[in-house]
């Protein structure tokens, strides 16, 4: 089976296993036990792992919390922000294509009395800077824009939407958890005030993850949103995840050892599949601004093919994503799709490729090999191709 879905997940690394297992039998202390040897040696760790953490991104290491992954990361920022500068306004801007883990957190706050622009972005996946700027009013709080996206890859400009933010002295969030580890990260060189991120999605463990609060210049804070013993400097109680934090930062110095090179390794093998691709199959569309996008993702639209057919023909051989979230009974189109302009036909007719640390450079001859055969077979069975190639116009 090949593995293409490293937006979605990652594999652990096993350096980063091989670092955690200690801390799973004989060195099981408890992070916050002050009293004896067991406790020390695990706080000592965590401090190791903050520290490998905030390197990775340029920050002090008493800026990072470390949470449960992005999803909560991102709750924390912007819940918490909201509680605590109510007494600035109540307006947040965001995009609409950020993850469920911000638009839903949003939708959540607009019950709470939030006030909410969701912006547009273009057909790119961009969004448009001025309309931020004139977006921006006396009582907004908060702008939430990702760093990457995960189904397209898509990165925005963080570092313009840091100067028109800071000019307006609003507080800039970005949710980077496709970005950190894979591309040069620097919240505070970029103006980003808060910043979430997971160690899951840079082959560490899942259920460890991260949100940076820029504690100088401006220094930001949060209300917290899990109360009880005050770890995490009282923003984020729970004893905290040992094993999890020491993988995450092992995984943090390998993502900095390796990173220019497996940027420049995947983003060849990415090249060569679009090559091979679109050399060989017809109608055929790569997705997002192709000069601003994640070296490793690939998302492509088959005309007239559906990306879940796409994937059945490939007999669980080939694990990618389709452009459809699938509910229970029914396939939505990708809300990031349908918010770059693509019609839900085009959406639902999509595949996300992502590379990994682990993939194989004869692996992307098979991908291309296979979505080629499967395109062919699915079109040479569909009727309306046929029409299509025939002439018939199809949006009557
Ligand atoms: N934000 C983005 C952009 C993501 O891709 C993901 C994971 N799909 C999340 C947030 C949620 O991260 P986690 O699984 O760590 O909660």
Request: proline share 4%; with cysteine; net charge negative.
């Amino acid at each position: 089976m090949i593995y293409l879905d490293n937006n979605a997940t990652t594999p652990t690394d096993p350096k980063v296993v091989e670092a955690m297992l200690p801390y799973f039998s004989n060195k099981f202390g408890n992070a916050s036990s002050r009293h004896h040897a067991f406790g020390w040696e695990a706080e000592e760790a965590v401090d190791q792992a903050r520290t490998q953490i905030a390197e990775l991104i340029h920050v002090d290491p008493s800026e990072l919390i470390f949470t449960s992954g992005a999803t909560e990361s991102n709750n924390l920022a912007i819940k918490g922000v909201f509680e605590l500068y109510a007494r600035k306004g109540n307006h947040i801007i965001t995009v609409a294509s950020e993850h469920k883990a911000v638009l839903d957190v949003c939708d959540a706050l607009r019950l709470r009395g939030a006030e909410i622009t969701v912006l547009p972005v273009n057909r790119q996946g961009l969004v448009d800077l001025d309309q931020v700027a004139d977006t921006i009013r006396d009582d907004t709080i908060l702008v939430s824009i990702m760093w990457a996206n995960n189904e397209t890859g898509v990165i925005q400009p963080m570092e313009e939407l840091g100067l028109v933010c800071s000019e307006h002295g609003v507080l800039l969030m970005s949710d980077a958890t496709q970005a950190v580890g894979k591309i040069p990260v620097d919240p505070k060189k970029m103006g980003v005030h808060l910043m979430s991120f997971s160690a899951h999605k840079m082959y560490g463990p899942k259920g460890i993850g991260a949100l940076y609060i820029c504690n100088h210049k401006p220094r930001v804070k949060v209300r917290s949103q899990i109360h009880g013993g005050g770890h995490e400097q009282g923003m984020r109680s729970g004893t905290l995840n040992v094993p999890g934090i020491v993988g995450f930062g092992k995984a943090a110095t390998l993502a900095r050892e390796q990173m220019s090179e497996e940027a420049s390794r995947l983003q060849s093998y990415r090249t060569r599949l679009e090559h091979l691709v679109l050399n060989e199959v017809e109608e055929v569309l790569i997705n997002g601004s192709e000069i601003h996008r994640l070296p490793h993702v690939s998302s492509l639209s088959f005309k007239h093919v559906e990306g879940e057919h796409l994937m059945m023909s490939f007999n669980q051989e080939i694990a990618v994503s389709s452009g459809s979230a699938c509910t229970t009974a029914s396939l939505d189109p990708s809300h990031v799709l349908t918010a770059m302009g693509m019609t839900e036909t085009e959406a639902n007719s999509t595949l996300r490729i992502s590379f990994g640390r682990f993939n194989e450079r004869r692996e992307v001859d098979q991908v291309a090999n296979a979505i080629q055969q499967g395109v062919l077979q699915l079109r040479a069975e569909s009727p309306i191709w046929e029409m299509y190639k025939d002439g018939v116009d199809l949006s009557r």
